[in-house]
């Protein structure tokens, strides 16, 4: 096996024992994304003569005895995350050349544990999308399937995960910008809870459902950089000061005795076949661990996409109004006067779906149409919080197919957004809710495309998701595949 | 038909706390553009704001102040608009949730006082500033104010005078100043106020329609731009017509109101709660400390000053027109018990020479240690009231004490009577003229006497022994 085929946690083993150099690490990755990169476009921008320098001095550290979590491991970060010194578009024409002065706590947090950063991970225009095709940067193919979407809006980084063109990624959740886009490219990716990984210095979609979370090969990995990246930060105001456990100390623990929700508002009519029987079989695969499956109920379910619709679009609108030509990033330049330079630097800064959020978003929060549509909204969202926070009354965690079907063609729902929107239905209520979710790989179809389950479970208990994804991983007998590009 | 003005007010205050409200930078007036700015208060992508404790507080101090129901929670709301002045594109503030809420201010006028009505008070930060180049189609931002904290202090429509209006937003400013809270510097732009003003036939208890002033940088703006507006409102409801609900600025030069945006182009904000923020609890221990810890406001204090140092009612004003000088005021008193002698002497020479050279009293070389001793010696009659006159002068011109330019300066009232006879006998021989009217009942000659001896002893003979010894001398 390559270099740049191995997980964090065996690398780290190899690097422990001499085996092998950060140097090595990083140039076998660099050369699968030589190999790769034209093929399925996960990355905006490589930061590969970055990340030689910092492998070398990663090198320089291990001789010296200082080895870090992350010491040598090549990163892949969301293009929304900012980086000091290091362009960050949001796949954004209206950020095609911003340069941040800062990091983002996460991105200070994976470079303080070692991390080598390959470069800015393709996404959907400011995280709006499930597909990574709105990208001003051209859209990221699946590596499973180059004719295929790799999800979204994460979807660089799931591909990048996926083919090996690293070692792990970060990306964000905002309503299953992770899980999503880990599902089909048949990755580990957590939606941490809200406030648990700061949001300080990801660039905002909407401000109360954000959430940072790991790209990961195996769960293992995801509790490695779940270590590193979870913990207050006096720098966010919803940041919470909650403890971070040793999350690697509950890969092992089984689930024996747990009781497991089986919410009956996503087993319905419509969901694709091979993903039904794939995740029956994941719940079979539970209950012979031990776990106790019961049928519950979220009775709100039916809600979520349409209060999702309102309270994102409507964070949106207010946090896209900094991008207006005047400080930053691109400016029309045939404006006259301000509110033409406004008018044009916005119209063609932005693509159709941001700025299709961004009316809407501006339309619910409308002076006559508050009440009606945030307000509600917002009063809905309470009501399913609650269906959460009652049914982890009755059990530990909750299991649900990630996906309604794996990865559809690309362009199959580009001109349809309402359709588009449906791929999410099984992954916003979490952000609504603020739980923890993570998406595993449980199964291929027929024609080879990855399939993941997702777990979820109460606020800041994501080691339970460390302990029922790792102990599920380690006994579903998955046949192990590569993407074949 | 007589019409009745219905005004309130919405003060803008900036707190004076060293850093913003969401992140570190200074809030130091005056330094070069953009110098004080960050990438939080520049509002570049991916930042968050975390509020500033202080200004919670202070707005606390003010919410006690003006005898506010302070919520037990509050939270902030963010107002969207587009201006280049505002990087962000919408401003945070408070909306449905203020801090302070449900209070009143007393003012004084000529009839007695009035209780004005404060609506809510509540937190946001400021923006930045436009520069436009005359020369050039250029404008420039500088952000240094930008996130700068603000209390909105919103009265009720109690207003019904200009003249109220000014008295209200002297009271304001003269707590907030108090208070320490606000330094109150209306030209740099640290105490701002808009004003909505409508007229309705007197006796009507609806509210006539309104129109919105801004641009009045002054006290005597205030009043001036309000007065001309009412009688604009006046001219145009008498003349049958009806008042546009419209946003004017106050042209200062022209003296005049013009309009600057109509109902109907008025921005539609958009507030919703702000998702960067979490809601402030504030703990009743905490209002109560700072409730203990407030000083003693203005017009306390000048109703004390009547009660226990018995001098009027117009001294008491003067003396508490900043904190500061009532402090230096009540030293004077406790080091000499002379109330109205210490206020005399603060009210017509130490505020004379400050206002004079524009220092504060803080700055004044003669301490209250130092006037209390001069004082002293007045009393005790080592020099006269009028020779007391220059050495104050000197003192302040010099910074050195009372006895020490005294002694320098040889200003010893004379109280030997063998001194002032001899001055006396000299007198009198000089002027045989005055002596013979004087004797022959001319009382009126006697001033004459006293001003002559005066004159010879350089004003150092003690009036009192002056005036007996004269009396007795000039009879025989």
Redesign the interface.
């Known amino acids: 096996m390559e270099l740049n085929q191995l997980t964090i946690h065996e690398l780290q083993e190899k690097i422990r024992s001499g085996k092998t150099t950060a140097t090595e690490i990083v140039q076998s990755v660099f050369r699968r994304i030589d190999a790769v990169e034209k093929a399925i476009h996960a990355y905006i921008l490589l930061t590969r003569e970055a990340a030689l320098a910092e492998a070398d001095r990663a090198d320089e550290a291990i001789r010296k005895g200082d080895i870090r979590t992350l010491t040598g491991i090549p990163v892949a970060l969301k293009d ?3 980086t000091r010194g290091v362009t ?1 578009t ?1 796949a954004s024409r209206i ?1 095609h050349d ?1 340069v ?3 990091d ?1 706590t996460v991105v200070e947090k994976l470079r303080d544990a070692g991390a080598v950063f390959t470069g800015k991970t393709n996404m959907d225009e400011f995280a709006m999308g499930s597909s990574t095709e709105t990208s001003w940067f051209g859209i990221t193919r699946n590596p499973w399937d180059l004719e295929r979407i790799p999800g979204g809006s994460s979807g660089g980084s799931a591909a990048a995960v996926a083919a090996d063109a690293c070692i792990a990624a970060i990306g964000s959740d905002t309503g299953g910008s992770i899980r999503q886009p880990a599902a089909l490219c048949g990755v580990v990716g957590m939606k941490p809870t809200y406030g648990r990984v700061s ?6 979609f ?3 459902l954000d959430q940072i979370g790991p790209f990961t090969k195996d769960v293992e990995d995801c509790a490695i950089l779940m270590n590193v990246i979870a913990g207050y930060d ?5 940041s919470v000061p909650a403890e971070v456990p040793d999350y690697r100390q509950y890969l092992a623990r089984g689930i024996d005795g747990w009781t497991v929700g089986i919410p009956k508002e996503y087993f319905i009519e419509g969901i694709d076949p091979e993903v039904m029987t794939a995740v029956r079989k994941a719940i079979a695969v539970v209950e012979g661990l031990g776990a106790r499956c019961i049928e519950i109920s979220l009775p709100h379910t039916a809600y979520c996409l349409a209060v999702y619709y309102i309270v994102a679009p ?2 949106a ?2 946090n ?3 991008y ?1 030509g ?3 990033g691109f400016r029309a330049p045939d404006s006259r006067g ?1 509110l033409d330079m ?1 008018k044009k630097s916005r119209s063609a800064g932005f693509g159709a779906e941001v700025k299709r959020r961004i009316m809407l978003g ?1 339309y619910v ?3 006559g149409y ?1 009440d009606a549509y ?1 307000k509600k909204a917002s009063q809905v969202r309470a009501l399913i919080k609650r269906d959460f926070d009652e049914a982890f009354q009755r059990c530990d965690v909750i299991l649900t197919p990630t996906t309604p079907t794996p990865a559809f063609r690309i362009g199959e729902k580009t001109d349809d957004p309402l359709h588009m929107y449906l791929s999410d239905i099984f992954t916003i209520s979490t952000n609504l809710a603020g739980i923890p979710g993570i998406s595993v790989p449980c199964g291929f179809t027929q024609g080879g495309l990855p399939i993941g389950v997702q777990f979820l479970t109460g606020h800041f208990e994501e080691a339970k998701l460390i302990q029922i994804a790792a102990t599920y991983e380690k006994n579903a007998n998955l046949e192990k595949r590569r993407p074949t590009l | 038909m007589e019409f009745e003005p219905v005004i309130g007010l919405e003060v803008h205050a900036q707190l004076l706390t060293d850093s913003k409200i969401f992140c570190g930078c200074s809030t130091k007036f005056g330094a070069s553009p953009n110098s004080h700015t960050c990438q939080i208060c520049l509002g570049m992508p991916g930042v968050l704001p975390v509020l500033n404790r202080k200004v919670v507080e202070y707005t606390i101090k003010m919410g006690l102040a003006t005898h506010c129901r302070i919520n037990e929670a509050c939270n902030f709301a963010r107002k969207n608009y587009f201006y280049p002045d505002l990087p962000k594109g919408y401003q945070i503030s408070q909306y449905a949730n203020p801090l302070a809420e449900h209070g009143y201010v007393d003012i004084e006028l000529e009839n007695g006082k009035k209780r004005i009505g404060v609506t809510r008070i509540h937190i946001e930060e400021d923006a930045g500033k436009l520069m436009h180049d005359e020369h050039h189609p250029f404008s420039y931002v500088d952000l240094n104010r930008t996130g700068v904290p603000l209390i909105e202090i919103v009265s009720e429509p109690d207003i019904r005078s200009a003249e109220e209006a000014s008295a209200y937003l002297r009271r304001l400013h003269e707590i907030l100043v108090y208070l320490e809270i606000c330094d109150g510097n209306m030209e740099e732009g640290s105490f701002r106020c808009d004003a909505n003003v409508s007229l309705r036939p007197k006796g009507q208890e609806a509210f006539g329609i309104r129109a919105e002033l801004k641009n009045m940088n002054s006290f005597r703006n205030v009043q001036r731009a309000l007065e001309y507006e009412i009688k604009r409102q006046q001219y145009v409801l008498e003349g049958g017509g009806v008042v546009v609900q419209e946003t004017r600025l106050w042209d200062d030069t022209g003296g005049v109101t013009h309009s600057m945006r109509s109902k109907e182009e008025a921005h539609d904000y958009r507030y919703f709660p702000d998702p960067d923020l979490v809601w402030v609890a504030i703990n009743e221990d905490w209002v109560e400390a700072i409730r203990k810890d407030q000083p003693e406001l203005p017009l306390e204090k000048r109703e004390r000053f009547v009660r226990d140092y018995l001098i009027p009612a117009y001294d008491a004003g003067v003396l508490t027109t900043s904190r500061a000088l009532a402090d230096y005021y009540e030293a004077v008193v406790h080091l000499t018990g002379k109330p109205k002698i210490a206020g005399n002497w603060i009210m017509g020479d130490i505020l004379r020479f400050i206002n004079e050279e524009k220092r504060e009293i803080a700055d004044c070389p003669i301490t209250p240690q130092a006037l209390a001793e001069m004082i002293r010696l007045i009393e005790e009659g080592t020099i006269s009231g009028k020779i007391a006159k220059e050495v104050i002068e000197q003192m302040y011109k010099t910074g050195k004490p009372a006895a020490t330019i005294i002694a320098k300066k040889g200003l010893v009232q004379i109280t030997d009577e063998g001194a002032l006879v001899q001055a006396i006998t000299e007198v009198m021989a000089a002027n045989p003229k005055q002596l013979e009217q004087y004797r022959s009942g001319k009382d009126k000659v006697f001033g004459f006497f006293v001003g002559q001896v005066m004159k010879a002893t350089q004003g150092k003979a003690n009036p009192q022994l002056l005036n007996d010894l004269l009396k007795k001398m000039l009879a025989r």
């Open positions: 929304l995350l900012c960050t949001c950020l911003f941040p002065p800062y983002a949001r300080y210095g990801l660039v905002a909407a401000s109360s006096p720098r966010e105001s919803t409507a964070e609108s207010s896209l109004a900094r207006d005047a400080k930053y301000l406004y501006t929060l409308s002076s508050y945030y």
